[in-house]
Nanobody, 120 residues
Framework: QVQLVESGGGLVQPGGSLSVSCAAS????????MGWYRQAPGKQRELVAI???????RYADSVKGRFTISRDNAKNIVDLQMSSLKPEDTAVYYC??????????????WGQGTQVTVSS
């Protein structure tokens, strides 16, 4: 089994910065993709940013230029650095990963979520 454990998040004023981190552990052969989704109250879960095993990245248009995703392959950690935060960035942020086992099968995993609130 695989666990994704998130840390970070919290309350920040508009224009401020915050980071969230996610560590994957368990039965991991290789991690294909790690990243972050978010879900605001009353809205669907949406992609924020992902980073592939080749380190290519994809960002939601709404966060481009403000958020940076990075990955430590040795530690199976993905970080999301968020700056110039806006109230509309308020959401529960979920870590996401596609992980392969030794049999070559890919599985999706989700973290438990961490709250990010942008408010004055």
């Amino acid at each position: 089994q695989v666990q994704l454990v998130e840390s970070g998040g919290g309350l920040v004023q508009p224009g401020g910065s915050l980071s969230v981190s996610c560590a994957a552990s368990g039965s991991i052969f290789s991690i294909k993709i790690m990243g972050w989704y978010r879900q605001a109250p009353g809205k669907q879960r949406e992609l924020v940013a992902i980073i592939r095993d080749g380190n290519s990245t994809r960002y939601a248009d709404s966060v481009k230029g403000r958020f940076t995703i990075s990955r430590d392959n040795a530690k199976n950690i993905v970080d999301l650095q968020m700056s110039s935060l806006k109230p509309e960035d308020t959401a529960v942020y979920y870590c996401y990963a596609i992980i392969s086992n030794r049999g070559g099968y890919n599985y999706q995993y989700w973290g438990q979520g961490t709250q990010v609130t942008v408010s004055s």
